[in-house]
């Protein structure tokens, strides 16, 4: 017979595939891999269950069972390796998720990212939003404001996250400003910027410069 934690396990994860698939018919953005997602996440919940009746307090493996099966599998695979690493007494390596340093993506919207196998803004900046819209279920108007942040971050740096309240952390916004902007209004707007963020104006010239005529730029300026 299963035990009460592998149930509250199962109800847990039950509970976090239905939220997935209410919200995915919603959104019609319900894609068949959310489905094999959720089939996934229910066959190993019976499996986490039984882990935690080994690993933590019996009088509260029933309530970490659940808490487990509702989290996103990202939160599960973090707080595994944290325990493992505890019972083995080695040192754990953190992971900076660099995603979340983007404006607008939240712990939710890194995670469902992670599973499309994108962990960093680099990579981020290298895909199709269009492809990336329909495999995440985000719309193309979020994705495509995700990758042209991303497309500023791999030449800047973190530099790119202090750049959005200026409205220069979008890779169109820098192209219109160096291709479509009179020489002394962009100098100008430079200086500024480059004064703000104690940087050298002509290094920034080059880095804009660079972001506006990269082939990824011109081809996202295109949903302009």
């Known amino acids: 017979m299963l035990s009460l934690p592998v149930l509250t396990a199962i109800a847990g994860a039950y509970l976090y595939v239905i939220g997935i698939v209410i919200y995915g018919y919603r959104t019609r953005t319900l894609t068949s891999s959310d489905l094999w997602w959720s089939s996934f996440r229910l066959v190993i919940a019976a499996p986490l269950g039984l882990a935690m009746v080994e690993l933590t307090n019996p ?27 505890t019972k083995l007494t080695v040192s754990e390596e953190h992971d900076v998720d660099n995603l979340v340093r ?42 495509l404001n ?44 430079l200086d500024k910027v480059a004064t703000k963020f104690e940087m050298d104006s002509q290094v920034l010239l080059f880095d804009f410069t660079n972001i506006a005529r990269d082939p990824y730029t011109t081809f996202l300026m295109q949903f302009t």
Request: glycine share 8%; net charge neutral; aromatic share 8%.
């Open 102 to 143: 983007l404006s607008g993506v939240t712990a939710d919207a890194s995670a469902t990212l992670q599973g499309e196998g994108i962990r960093s803004p680099l990579q981020l900046a290298c895909e199709d939003p269009v492809s990336l819209a329909i495999r995440s279920g985000f719309s193309f108007d979020y994705v």
């Open 59 to 85: 009088v509260l493996a029933a309530f970490i069972g659940f808490a487990l099966g509702a989290f996103p599998m990202d939160a599960i695979n973090r707080i595994l390796r944290r325990i493992l690493t």
């Open 146 to 189: 995700l990758v042209c942040q991303a497309q500023v971050w791999a030449y800047i740096g973190e530099t790119a996250g202090k750049l959005v309240p200026l409205g220069l952390g979008d890779a169109r916004s820098i192209a219109s400003l160096i291709l479509h902007t009179d020489a002394s209004v962009r100098q100008t707007i």
